[in-house]
C-alpha cells in the first residue's frame, strides 16, 4: 500500500459516516439538563438529510430515550453549528431531539419542527474510534 493510499485510508476513518457510534456531550454547560445529570449519552449515526443550511445533517439513534423540555425520544438531529464546519471526528452541533425520525424531505423546510425540537445550540459530539 502507497504512502498516499494510506495517508488517505487514515483521514477517511475520520469522516463522521452511517453506522459510526458517536458520544454526545455538553455545550454552554459542561453537564447540560437534556443529559440528567449524565456527562455524555451514545447513539449510532443512522443517516443523514438535507438539512437548512448547505450541509446534510446527522440523524442518529441514541441508545437510552430522553426526556427535555416536553420532548421525550431517542432520535437526535445534529446540525451543523459553524459554515466551516465538516463532519469530522468532533464538532459543534446544534440538537433537535425526536420520538421518530423526521422525514427527509421535509426537514430542511420544516422551520417549525427545527425550533420545536431544538435542545442545545452548542453541543458537541465525539466519533469513537474503533481499536485496531
Not at 34 to 41: A, E, F, I, R
Not at 108 to 123: F, G, L, P, V
Request: contains cysteine; proline residues 3%; charged residues 25%.
Amino acid at each position: 500500500m502507497s504512502f498516499l493510499s494510506s495517508l488517505f485510508n487514515v483521514l477517511k476513518s475520520y469522516r463522521l459516516k452511517v453506522g459510526d457510534r458517536i458520544s454526545l456531550f455538553g455545550g454552554y454547560s459542561t453537564i447540560p439538563e437534556w443529559l440528567q445529570g449524565k456527562k455524555s449519552c451514545y447513539g449510532e449515526v443512522i443517516n443523514f438529510v438535507p438539512g437548512p443550511y448547505e450541509k446534510n445533517d446527522a440523524v442518529v439513534k441514541l441508545d437510552e430515550e430522553i426526556s427535555y423540555g416536553g420532548i421525550k425520544g431517542n432520535i437526535m438531529v445534529l446540525t451543523l453549528r459553524y459554515k466551516k464546519a465538516k463532519w469530522g471526528r468532533t464538532e459543534i452541533v446544534h440538537l433537535h431531539l425526536f420520538e421518530d425520525v423526521p422525514f427527509e424531505n421535509k426537514w430542511s423546510t420544516d422551520r417549525d419542527s427545527w425550533n420545536k425540537n431544538h435542545i442545545e445550540s452548542h453541543a458537541s459530539y465525539k466519533k469513537q474510534m474503533n481499536a485496531f
